[in-house]
């Protein structure tokens, strides 16, 4: 089963519109720690956030804005007013004893 | 801080060549490097955990005689492709953690392998 499931292939927008990518994580750990990173065209993964079980605040760092909520076992992330360089393919990934990354989301902004 | 860089960028060699990738930790030790695949359109898969001075750990369906691993010093872990084929073509990404932040990894910028 997978431990991280993100529904969405592909998402694609006009730019100055919002994104919101989901991310549904499984644990059976009590301690564990979410992140979601960015992978533009070049491959090279950028680290965007990092949030552990314990800490349920939302999170906003410019444009981008995260929601974890433990009930439901999700963690998602928006991009708010999109610009072409949010392009890129995004992976939510879980770390309870090894890292575990969802399929990723692939955002298309298009001018 | 935490940067890890990878060596080469990217690699194309004849099949049945064996290439190695080099990953180094240019600002911390890492007393745990990680090696990953990612095939075109796919997610990152974890192939094997090593820690400095041990054996590496290999997941489910990673063929140990094939990807050789070893992490002799606390900035360097090398990945090293034997006998190369056309399938074994994908892009390589290494991590490192450090001790007091083990739950964090730090990211190479990866090798794209190719295989002729």
């Known amino acids: 089963a997978q431990k991280v499931t993100q529904a969405q292939t592909e998402i694609s927008v006009v730019e100055k519109e919002d994104v919101t990518l989901d991310c549904v994580y499984e644990?059976?750990?009590?301690?564990?720690?979410l992140f979601w990173y960015k992978q533009p065209p070049s491959g090279e993964l950028v680290f965007l956030i990092r949030r552990n079980s314990f800490d349920e605040q939302n999170e906003i760092s410019g444009r981008y804005s995260w929601n974890f909520q433990k009930s439901t076992s999700s963690f998602n992330f928006t991009i708010t007013a999109s610009q072409v360089v949010d392009s890129a393919v995004y992976f939510c990934a879980l770390n309870d004893y090894k890292l575990s990354f969802g399929a990723g989301t692939t955002v298309t902004v298009r001018a | 801080g935490a940067v890890v860089s990878q060596h080469p960028s990217w690699v194309i060699c004849k099949s049945g060549t064996s290439v190695k990738i080099e990953c180094r930790s240019l600002?911390?030790?890492?007393?745990?490097m990680f090696w990953y695949r990612q095939f075109p359109k796919q997610s990152l898969m974890l192939m094997a955990t090593?820690?400095?001075?041990?054996?590496?750990?290999?997941e489910q369906g990673v063929e140990k005689d094939k990807f050789l691993i070893n992490h002799a010093s606390l900035t360097l872990s090398t990945l090293t492709v034997t006998s190369a084929h056309p399938e074994d073509s994908s892009f390589y990404i290494c991590s490192a953690s450090e001790f007091r932040r083990s739950n964090e990894q730090f990211f190479g910028p990866g090798t794209r392998l190719t295989v002729l």
């Open positions: 600002d911390f030790q890492a007393t745990t």
């Open positions: 644990t059976r750990d009590t301690t564990y720690y």
């Open positions: 090593s820690n400095e001075g041990s054996k590496a750990t290999y």
